[in-house]
């Protein structure tokens, strides 16, 4: 496990559903009347491990489950993303262009610190051969600040690489202590203050490249799925690529899969336009 990370001892060994029991509750979502579904887990690219069935065999039986037009693969491991996994994406029609992959640091010695199971040529490599395949894809990607032993030159590092990376939102956390890890005993912690500085660059570098994706799709068009909740006068839904699009609240669209044109993006960053 991570060095910094306390879920083997909070939740014990990793295990897996079958793939018969994911279809069956796949199922009883579809019944309900759902349309959209997000996978998830602690590390879903493991699935199955220690038996005969893989991530794989799961997302090409979901495929198959009707009344779900929609699936979300979230918090895959880049080592974990086979060639397999992203070509059946681009095939298929419910599996979206929208992958959140954790890297954690653009520090190979960080990474190493870290006991995470990818460098970041490995990383690159596979954000790169992604971007290839699913020109259109929402890459969110997981990243900690201020982990024991951070210098500057690390950071740096870690900035320069996420700025050069073709992706569209960085969810940023800040690294604190979790007692019994060992990261806790490493030494050059890192100050709160200086936490908050790394942090704070790296939601401003994320702020412009979730800019820069919103804005390459004003013109186009997409299939948009309404949430139910009001939001003032407003409701809101997501594209394939999960651009979040705000429109007058109207009950008859709560649920629906409509065609809709991006004609622009509003002052709060959500996409504007219109229902085709």
Same mark, same amino acid.
């Given at each position: ?55 794989? @065999?799961? *997302?090409?039986? &979901?495929? %198959? ?8 693969? =979230?918090? +895959? $491991? ?29 520090? @190979?010695? *960080?990474?190493? &610190?870290? %006991? ?8 690159? =490599?596979? +954000? $790169? ?46 690294? =604190? ?100």
């Amino acid at each position: 496990p991570c060095t910094y990370c306390t879920i083997p001892s909070v939740r014990g060994k990793s295990r897996s559903g079958t793939v018969a029991e994911i279809i069956r509750q796949a199922n009883e979502i579809a019944e309900k009347g759902f349309k959209e579904i997000i996978l998830t887990g602690v590390n879903i690219g493991d699935f199955g491990k220690g038996t005969d069935e893989t991530f794989f @065999d799961l *997302i090409k039986a &979901l495929d %198959k489950v009707k009344g779900i037009e929609r699936y979300r693969i =979230s918090s +895959i $491991e880049p080592n974990l993303i086979t060639d397999e996994i992203i070509e059946f994406t681009v095939k298929s029609n419910k599996f979206l262009p929208h992958f959140h992959i954790p890297l954690q640091s653009g520090s @190979d010695k *960080i990474l190493k &610190l870290m %006991k995470r199971r990818y460098n970041t040529e490995l990383f690159r =490599s596979k +954000i $790169e051969r992604i971007n290839e395949l699913i020109s259109d894809i929402f890459l969110g990607i997981d990243v900690i600040v201020g982990f024991p032993g951070e210098t500057d030159e690390d950071f740096k590092d870690t900035y320069n690489f996420l700025n050069r990376l073709n992706i569209s939102f960085l969810h940023v956390f800040s690294y =604190s202590v979790r007692p019994g890890t060992p990261a806790e005993m490493m030494s050059g912690k890192i100050s709160a203050k200086e936490i908050k500085r790394r942090s704070n660059l790296l939601h401003q570098l994320s702020d412009r490249k979730h800019k820069v994706f919103y804005e390459r799709f004003i013109g186009t068009e997409h299939k948009v799925l309404f949430e139910g909740a009001k939001h003032q006068n407003s409701m809101f839904g997501f594209t394939e690529n999960y651009i979040k699009v705000e429109f007058p609240y109207n009950e008859n669209l709560v649920n629906k899969i409509v065609d809709f044109q991006i004609t622009g993006i509003n002052e709060k960053g959500h996409a504007e336009g219109l229902i085709k």
